[in-house]
C-alpha cells in the first residue's frame, strides 16, 4: 500500500515562495509517475506537475510553467514542488499523486495553500 503524506503549505504573499514536499512510502519497486494536482474551490482538479522515474522526464501545466519546479530527493522517498512568483490564481489544496505502470493510483490528503496580501 502505497501512502503519501503531504506538507508545506500555508499563507504566502503574491509574488512569495513556497515548497510542497510528499513523503512516499510503499513504494516497492518499478518506475511510476508521481506528481501535483490542485482543486482550488468550485474548480476541478488539475494537473500541475508530474515526474516520470523511467526517464526523469517532467511535465508542467501551462499555468504554472516557469514558476514551478518539481523534483526527487535522491532517495526518491520524497517529491518537491518549489513554487515561485505565486498568485492568487495559485491557491488551492495541492494533492500528491501516484500513478504505478499498472495503473495503481494513490492520493495524498492535501495540503492548503494560500495566496494573500
Known amino acids: 500500500q502505497v501512502q503519501l503524506v503531504e506538507s508545506g503549505g500555508g499563507l504566502v504573499q503574491p509574488g512569495g515562495s513556497l515548497r510542497l514536499s510528499c513523503a512516499a512510502s510503499g513504494i516497492t519497486s518499478g518506475y511510476y509517475h508521481i506528481g501535483w494536482f490542485r482543486q482550488a474551490p468550485g474548480k476541478e482538479r488539475e494537473g500541475v506537475a508530474c515526474?516520470?522515474?523511467?526517464?526523469?522526464?517532467?511535465y508542467y501545466s501551462s499555468s504554472v510553467k516557469g514558476r514551478f519546479t518539481i523534483s526527487r530527493d535522491s532517495a526518491g522517498n520524497t517529491v518537491y514542488l518549489q513554487m515561485n512568483n505565486l498568485k492568487p490564481e495559485d491557491e488551492a489544496v495541492y494533492y500528491c499523486?501516484?500513478?504505478?505502470?499498472?495503473?495503481?493510483?494513490?492520493w495524498g490528503q492535501g495540503t492548503q495553500v494560500t495566496v494573500s496580501s
Open positions: 499523486n501516484y500513478v504505478s505502470i499498472g495503473g495503481a493510483n494513490y
Open positions: 515526474l516520470s522515474t523511467s526517464d526523469g522526464s517532467t
